[in-house]
């Protein structure tokens, strides 16, 4: 930087570092001497007192350990200011780290930034870190042989490439089909060794795989070198192929470039970015997109198998659908949903000429539900196309394989890593800080220091009314600044569960139609003209796990848990890869009758493509705020006044859904601190120095926008919902966590989470009571009663907690629909008896004195109305006598 240095970056002392990795010409507003002089340093230090600090003005290289020449470079700064100890001056060391995701990046403090006295240390992730590209970063894709040729393109050996600029890669060349026709090598695990004249059958060697004689599809950068011809949307880390609309590859086309720093085609990028804008913009179209191989199949039989995962779940009156097709006949037909689980299809070929057609047609109809609709494909593999392998396969980064002869790799355990073509995975350095990674990881990440959002609180089981309350780090990202505290052990309710308790050792709910007095633990009858409604519910104490009836999984390219995780008296959708996922936690239960269903939810950082999604019995429910700061869906939210218990069970009584929807809650902004935050910034009144006074105001200026920020967007915040259940027997809630894979634009990824609390459903079976309500007006019920019954046609009650039955109308009246709460007067003129859900007029016959009657039946429509009858004034009216 020729401008200001980077930084401030802040340590967990409260000292402030900036620093200018290759320049000392730049311009200094930061770091000061006594006298108040700009320091020409690459690296300073503020202290907490104010006062700056050379940590080093002069540069050096070093290599790393031997094997990770290429994993980046060790830059030391030294002769910097004197005064920390008696001989040395200060000195610094900043690891370069090459991670091809970070684009440009930024240093990081490395706890114990100040390691030894004296020297200190940083880290910067950055794609530039890595070496300049060269012939050896690249692999040869051969395509299938023609006329006894094929084309041989040259395609990274590494995604996203551990190099940048330097040398491109050869252009594509057309060369003689080899080894020879007749040589076969088909079994996985095999390929062609081109070194030996003729060729000859080998085993791959350990870091590599084969799947036989064909070819294998799983790392989208190029299709094109495959011989595929789509207009599908490649993922920004290439590890999967998006149908165009899809929410995941609109998002993948902001940046159109190439990972590896060079220009994309406007054929590949700015079309179909066009194309699937569109698409998703209008989701009423019914474009067809399509994904298309021409293959030739050598072998006396051929096969390819399809690895696919279906977004969302539309009303079949929407439909769409995924299809696949051989030759144009469809062998996969209109596919709608694989319950968000990448799904496997697998299909015959027969020796010779075909063509292999994946189409996706999108939902029509409204709503940006609709447009969420599409198809990933992760993997193709075709057998048949060829005699042999033409050259083995390196393993991806985050994978290796040890052995030879190997038809798949392995993928790297959690705390550890790879590269491409490894034959074993490297541990994450383990210290007092030290660092992490998910399973599958093509590096490891500094631990930063634990937040609240970090620590979780943990309960043993309780027995004999007591339990030990444990809080304990639920995250391998962090590190802790200070010691846990120590168990404590406290009473407890072995029920959690609301309306359960202890009898004879067993959590036991009341009889149907009582509930508990928890204060006095007894079961108390429901009075007449009361009920005991029976209540599922989870997530609302210190639950221990899953309640019976739930179940979690996490399916896509980037899990690093295996689903939802509980946390207390909460749970989250857990900690992942910043790449394309689904993490779905379901919920089964059966319904004694309808009722609602409400939890709260909120967002906690991500991209706004990422979010939650709610399903209800199969059905995507489209009032869920899928993000917070999506401006489309803030308009949904209804006022913060929520429903009450008696009036949603009023209103599933009679079938009323409207209290459906997304409530807002009072702002509950959720702050993520570090845990000893508050002392830190307690620490020192008086600033000492200009400097140290700018860097605090920056900070809390900072502190106060995000903050604010947070407010405003939504994020972190509770929302509660309400959904309505009208199918009694078995039901079933999903919530998704969707997180899409975001391209590189030189910012550290944010990954989110989304959280659930305070789940319930009303009328369930298996729940208990813990309450009794008054029967809603227009309902009755007798002692004893586990929910209410509507007043039959003929009858009502105007009062709520009607006892044992309703009144019935008094003759002339009626009152048509069950649940009234009174009856209508009929007309002039007609009989009624008493109890009549209908007003009696006589077939439509009247007389209004002796001798004289009409008979208006025969005018009677069953069909259309009379109509329409049009006024002066435009009007139109409409009756049938």
Same mark, same amino acid.
Request: proline residues 6%.
């Given at each position: 930087?020729?401008t200001?240095?980077?930084g401030?970056?802040i340590?967990?002392?409260?000292?402030?570092?900036?620093?200018?990795?290759?320049?000392?010409?730049?311009?200094? $507003?930061?770091c000061?001497?006594?006298?108040?002089?700009?320091?020409?340093?690459?690296?300073?230090?503020?202290?907490?007192?104010?006062?700056?600090?050379?940590?080093?003005?002069?540069?050096?290289?070093?290599?790393?350990?031997?094997?990770?020449?290429?994993?980046?470079?060790?830059?030391?700064?030294?002769?910097?200011?004197?005064?920390?100890?008696?001989?040395?001056e200060?000195?610094?060391?900043?690891?370069m780290?090459c991670?091809?995701?970070?684009?440009?990046?930024?240093?990081?403090?490395?706890?114990?930034?100040?390691?030894?006295?004296?020297?200190?240390?940083?880290?910067?992730?950055?794609?530039?870190a890595?070496?300049?590209?060269?012939?050896?970063?690249?692999?040869?894709?051969?395509?299938?042989?023609? %006329?006894? +040729?094929?084309t041989?393109?040259?395609?990274?050996?590494?995604?996203?490439?551990?190099?940048?600029?330097?040398?491109?890669?050869?252009?594509v060349?057309?060369?003689?089909?080899?080894?020879?026709? %007749?040589?076969?090598?088909?079994?996985?695990?095999?390929?062609?060794?081109r070194?030996?004249?003729?060729?000859?059958? =080998?085993?791959?060697?350990?870091?590599?795989?084969?799947?036989?004689?064909?070819?294998e599809?799983?790392?989208?950068?190029n299709?094109?070198?495959?011989?595929?011809?789509?207009?599908?949307?490649?993922?920004p880390l290439?590890?999967?192929?998006?149908?165009?609309?899809?929410?995941?590859?609109?998002?993948?086309?902001?940046?159109?470039?190439?990972?590896?720093?060079?220009?994309?085609?406007?054929?590949?990028?700015?079309t179909?970015?066009?194309?699937?804008?569109t698409?998703?913009?209008?989701?009423?179209s019914?474009?067809?997109?399509?994904?298309?191989?021409?293959?030739?199949?050598?072998?006396?039989?051929?096969?390819?198998?399809?690895?696919?995962?279906?977004f969302s779940?539309?009303?079949?009156?929407a439909?769409?659908?995924?299809?696949?097709?051989?030759?144009?006949?469809?062998?996969?037909?209109?596919?709608?949903?694989?319950?968000?689980?990448?799904?496997?299809?697998?299909?015959?070929?027969?020796?010779?000429?075909?063509?292999?057609?994946?189409?996706?047609?999108?939902?029509?109809?409204?709503?940006?539900?609709?447009?969420?609709?599409?198809?990933?494909?992760?993997r193709?593999?075709?057998?048949?196309?060829?005699?042999?392998?033409?050259e083995?396969t390196?393993?991806?980064?985050?994978?290796?394989?040890?052995? =030879?002869?190997?038809a798949?790799?392995?993928?790297?355990?959690?705390?550890?890593?790879s590269?491409?073509?490894?034959?074993?995975?490297?541990?994450?350095?383990?210290?007092d800080?030290?660092?992490?990674s998910?399973?599958?990881?093509?590096?490891?990440?500094?631990?930063?220091?634990?937040?609240? %959002?970090?620590?979780?609180?943990?309960?043993?089981?309780?027995?004999?009314?007591?339990?030990?309350r444990?809080v304990?780090?639920?995250?391998?990202?962090?590190?802790?600044?200070?010691?846990?505290p +120590?168990p404590?052990?406290?009473?407890?309710?072995?029920?959690?569960?609301?309306?359960?308790?202890?009898?004879?050792?067993?959590?036991?709910?009341?009889?149907?139609?009582s509930?508990?007095?928890?204060?006095?633990?007894?079961?108390?009858?429901?009075?007449?003209?009361?009920? =005991?409604?029976?209540?599922?519910?989870a997530f609302?104490?210190?639950?221990?796990?899953?309640?019976?009836?739930?179940?979690?999984?996490?399916?896509?390219?980037?899990?690093?848990?295996a689903?939802?995780?509980?946390?207390?008296?909460?749970?989250?959708?857990?900690?992942?890869?910043?790449?394309?996922?689904?993490?779905v936690?379901?919920?089964?239960?059966?319904?004694l009758?309808?009722?609602?269903?409400?939890f709260e939810?909120?967002?906690?950082?991500?991209?706004?493509?990422?979010?939650?999604?709610?399903?209800?019995?199969?059905?995507?429910?489209p009032?869920?705020?899928?993000?917070?700061?999506?401006a489309?869906?803030?308009?949904?939210?209804?006022?913060?006044?929520?429903?009450?218990?008696?009036?949603?069970?009023?209103?599933?009584?009679?079938?009323?859904?409207?209290?459906?929807?997304?409530?807002?809650?009072?702002?509950?902004?959720?702050?993520?601190?570090?845990v000893?935050?508050?002392? $830190?910034?307690?620490?020192?009144?008086?600033?000492?120095?200009?400097?140290?006074?700018?860097?605090?105001?920056?900070?809390?200026r900072?502190?106060?926008?995000?903050?604010r920020?947070?407010?405003?967007?939504?994020?972190?915040?509770?929302?509660?919902?309400?959904?309505?259940l009208?199918?009694?027997?078995?039901?079933?809630?999903?919530?998704?966590y969707h997180?899409?894979?975001?391209?590189?634009?030189g910012?550290?990824?944010?990954?989110?989470?989304?959280?659930?609390?305070?789940?319930?459903?009303?009328?369930?079976?298996?729940g208990?009571?813990?309450?009794?309500?008054?029967?809603?007006?227009?309902?009755?019920?007798s002692?004893g009663?586990?929910?209410?019954?509507?007043?039959?046609?003929?009858?009502?009650? =105007?009062q709520?907690?009607?006892?044992?039955?309703?009144?019935?109308?008094?003759?002339?009246?009626?009152?048509?629909?069950?649940?009234?709460v009174?009856?209508?007067?009929?007309?002039?003129?007609?009989q009624?008896?008493?109890?009549?859900?209908?007003?009696?007029?006589?077939?439509?016959?009247?007389?209004?004195?002796?001798?004289?009657?009409?008979d208006?039946?025969?005018?009677?429509?069953?069909?259309?109305?009379?109509?329409?009858?049009?006024?002066?004034?435009?009007h139109?009216?409409?009756?049938?006598v």
């Open positions: 930087r020729t200001d240095m980077y401030p970056l340590d967990q002392h409260g000292h402030a570092y900036y620093m200018n990795v290759c320049s000392k010409q730049h311009t200094n $507003h930061s000061f001497d006594q006298q108040g002089v700009p320091i020409a340093t690459y690296a300073c230090q503020v202290t907490v007192t104010g006062l700056g600090m050379d940590l080093g003005h002069t540069m050096g290289f070093a290599p790393l350990a031997a094997g990770a020449e290429r994993d980046g470079v060790l830059v030391e700064y030294t002769h910097g200011s004197t005064g920390c100890h008696p001989t040395r200060r000195a610094s060391r900043l690891l780290r991670d091809p995701r970070a684009g440009i990046g930024a240093p990081v403090p490395v706890e114990p930034v100040e390691y030894s006295p004296c020297d200190y240390q940083f880290e910067w992730p950055s794609l530039y890595c070496p300049l590209c060269t012939e050896q970063d690249y692999r040869a894709v051969y395509s299938q042989c023609v %006329d006894n +040729e094929q041989v393109t040259y395609v990274p050996r590494e995604q996203p490439p551990r190099c940048h600029d330097g040398v491109q890669p050869p252009a060349q057309t060369v003689p089909c080899t080894p020879a026709p %007749d040589l076969v090598c088909s079994e996985p695990g095999t390929y062609a060794d070194s030996v004249d003729g060729g000859a059958c =080998a085993q791959t060697p350990p870091g590599t795989f084969s799947v036989g004689a064909g070819f599809v799983d790392e989208w950068s299709p094109a070198a495959y011989g595929i011809t789509t207009d599908w949307v490649a993922s290439h590890q999967a192929i998006y149908s165009s609309g899809r929410r995941s590859a609109t998002s993948s086309t902001r940046h159109a470039g190439n990972e590896d720093g060079s220009a994309s085609s406007a054929q590949e990028i700015t179909t970015a066009a194309s699937s804008t698409t998703a913009a209008s989701s009423s019914s474009t067809l997109s399509t994904l298309s191989v021409r293959l030739n199949v050598v072998a006396e039989r051929g096969s390819f198998e399809l690895v696919y995962k279906l779940t539309p009303p079949a009156s439909g769409g659908g995924f299809s696949v097709l051989v030759d144009g006949e469809a062998v996969l037909e209109r596919v709608r949903s694989t319950e968000l689980r990448y799904a496997t299809f697998r299909g015959e070929l027969t020796s010779g000429p075909h063509s292999l057609t994946l189409q996706f047609e999108p939902a029509s109809g409204q709503g940006s539900h609709l447009a969420d609709f599409g198809v990933a494909l992760y193709l593999t075709v057998l048949g196309t060829a005699h042999a392998a033409a083995p390196p393993c991806a980064a985050g994978r290796y394989q040890p052995e =030879a002869g190997a798949t790799c392995l993928t790297c355990p959690a705390n550890t890593y590269h491409a073509g490894s034959t074993e995975c490297t541990p994450c350095r383990q210290d800080h030290g660092q992490w998910l399973p599958g990881s093509a590096d490891c990440t500094w631990r930063a220091a634990c937040t609240d %959002d970090d620590l979780v609180t943990v309960y043993s089981p309780c027995e004999d009314n007591h339990r030990q444990l304990t780090r639920g995250s391998d990202r962090c590190y802790l600044k200070s010691a846990l +120590e404590v052990e406290e009473e407890c309710d072995p029920c959690l569960d609301t309306g359960f308790h202890v009898v004879d050792g067993q959590c036991t709910s009341c009889p149907t139609g509930y508990l007095k928890r204060e006095q633990d007894t079961c108390v009858e429901a009075a007449a003209g009361w009920f =005991a409604p029976p209540v599922l519910t609302y104490s210190e639950s221990i796990g899953f309640a019976h009836g739930f179940s979690t999984f996490c399916d896509g390219t980037s899990c690093g848990s689903g939802w995780l509980p946390r207390g008296d909460r749970v989250d959708s857990g900690q992942h890869h910043a790449g394309e996922l689904d993490v936690l379901d919920w089964s239960f059966n319904l009758s309808a009722g609602y269903a409400a939810y909120r967002v906690l950082g991500g991209d706004p493509d990422d979010g939650i999604e709610l399903y209800v019995n199969g059905e995507r429910y009032a869920l705020l899928y993000h917070p700061t999506a489309s869906t803030r308009s949904a939210l209804r006022a913060a006044t929520l429903p009450s218990d008696a009036e949603l069970y009023s209103a599933a009584l009679r079938g009323d859904a409207s209290l459906a929807g997304v409530y807002e809650l009072d702002d509950e902004v959720h702050q993520s601190q570090p000893d935050v508050e002392q $830190h910034t307690q620490r020192e009144n008086v600033v000492q120095h200009t400097q140290r006074e700018n860097v605090e105001q920056h900070t809390q900072e502190n106060v926008e995000q903050q920020q947070r407010a405003d967007d939504g994020l972190g915040v509770w929302r509660r919902v309400f959904v309505y009208s199918q009694t027997g078995a039901n079933h809630l999903r919530w998704n997180q899409c894979e975001q391209a590189i634009d910012e550290a990824r944010t990954l989110g989470k989304a959280e659930l609390r305070r789940i319930t459903v009303q009328n369930a079976e298996g208990a009571a813990e309450a009794s309500l008054r029967c809603p007006a227009g309902s009755f019920s002692a009663a586990s929910h209410c019954t509507l007043c039959a046609p003929g009858s009502f009650a =105007a709520v907690g009607t006892a044992s039955a309703c009144t019935p109308c008094p003759e002339n009246t009626a009152s048509p629909l069950a649940g009234s009174r009856c209508e007067a009929c007309g002039r003129n007609t009624t008896p008493g109890g009549a859900a209908d007003c009696d007029i006589n077939q439509c016959r009247f007389s209004p004195l002796a001798g004289v009657e009409y208006l039946s025969a005018l009677a429509r069953t069909t259309d109305m009379y109509g329409p009858l049009i006024d002066q004034h435009g139109a009216y409409y009756m049938n």
